[in-house]
């Protein structure tokens, strides 16, 4: 008989833990890309039926489906990026104890993140649009897979700000590019699409993050090690398409310069709006992907990572779930306006489950504030998109981004400092009066616009 191998033995079922969280990798951006595009079915599923379409002049095939290609690679890699900044999510707390640092120094490493991102955005806002989308796109993965090199190889806290400060300014480099990028490459009168799809890459990937990350360290050989490895490889590859699409939007010329993200004068009411509604539904979001992992570990009293970086991705889930069904609803206002208002009672039910010890009302509040996150973003995004201006949307788009991240990191390192100085309890309940109020204040706004009491910009 003849053998090829001498020991046939390979014990794949103790590693299934592991292949689950790298499938899951690869599904969660193509549900995303069917929830968009839907089935493609060929015209033996669709009854004979022969759909043509006439031009006046000559199509070019080949840019039409270059342009689709490019459109799906940038939102898989705004996806990639989001997802890499947010595989930590699950190990903050295993760092803080092998490390020895108090909840500050946790929210401090968390909201570096932020805190670099907002300049990076500011320094680079403006560069997409004089150089062009890709090489800012490259430029940002590149960078991203620095950071997560670091965060495998760290040793001390010292390489966890550092890791941190790294990932800021990938995802500030590229994350308005990028968006930019989907609005131009979305097909004529599919802006609603580019708005979808950059929501969904951004929400799918910080759900993405947390819910792979917590798996692999809890299953995976080399907790603390194996997750960023992994998103270290996915990020070349992506990287690696970015640079071979043929096409990619090309920038407008002209001389760059660092300059604060300026809004034109007549969209600045609209856009305060807009970014006061986004940036009460991230401040939510980046709560749960900094200290609501350790409140649910305290609450339920485990650590076990997967569960606590399940609970995180439940509630971004229920956000990209909410954007697919809402999409091209024709009324991002009131979206907005619903969305927020879910948003205030997802905290309420998250307050109330500390001292009620009960994990259906976290997942309750995880649910309903992913939910309203979900409404109140999109809309945002897709009314921002509809107001900017081509020549200086990648600018406008990210001055958006630095006021949501703004209030991540101040939210962030606040709920931190009252958690030193009292207790998690408090600092989520005192988060969740200020963001409430911060989200009242929208609604209201929202509503007096739409009964014409204020000037829409």
Known sequence: MLRLFANAHYDFISVRRLAYGITALFIIPGLIWLAVHGLNYSIEFTGGTLI??????????GALRSGRAAFALVGVAL??????ANLATPLYAVYRDRFGFSSVVLTLVFA???????????????LSDR????????GGLAVAMVGLALFA??????????????????????????????????PTGAAARAALVSTLAQAGGSAAGPLIGGALAEWAPAPRTTSFVVGLVTTGVVLAGVLAVPRMPAGTGGRWRVQRPDVPAEIRAAFARFALTAAAAWAVAGLYLSVVPSYAGSLLDTSNLALEGAITATMLLAS?????????????????????????????????AFPAQSLALVLAAALLGGVGHGMAFLGAQSDLNAI???????????????????????????????????????????????????????????VAVARGRVAVR
Do not use: M, N
């Open 52 to 61: 043509q379409v006439q031009s006046k002049g000559a199509v070019d095939v």
């Open 153 to 186: 190889l760290a040793a001390t806290t010292a390489w966890l700000f550092a890791a941190r400060a790294v990932q800021g300014l990938a995802v500030g480099a590229a994350s308005g590019a990028a968006t930019a990028a989907l609005v131009e490459l979305a």
């Open 112 to 126: 570096t993140y932020q805190l670099v991102l907002c300049p990076s955005l500011i320094v680079f806002g403006q």
């Open 388 to 446: 900017a201006p081509p020549d200086r949307r990648g600018e406008v788009t990210s001055a958006f981004f630095v006021c949501i991240y703004l209030g991540v990191a101040v939210s962030a390192i606040g709920v931190g400092l009252v958690a030193t100085l009292a207790s998690l309890e408090t600092a989520v309940a005192v988060f969740a009066v200020v963001t409430g109020a911060a989200s009242v204040v929208a609604i209201a706004w929202h």
């Open 79 to 84: 996806f990639v990026l989001v997802a890499g």
């Open 320 to 352: 990209c779930a909410a954007q697919v069904v809402v999409r091209g609803s024709g009324a991002p206002a009131r979206d907005q306006s619903v969305g927020l208002a879910l948003v205030i009672v997802g905290l309420i039910a998250l307050v109330a």
């Open 131 to 138: 150089i062009g989308r890709r090489p800012v796109v490259a």
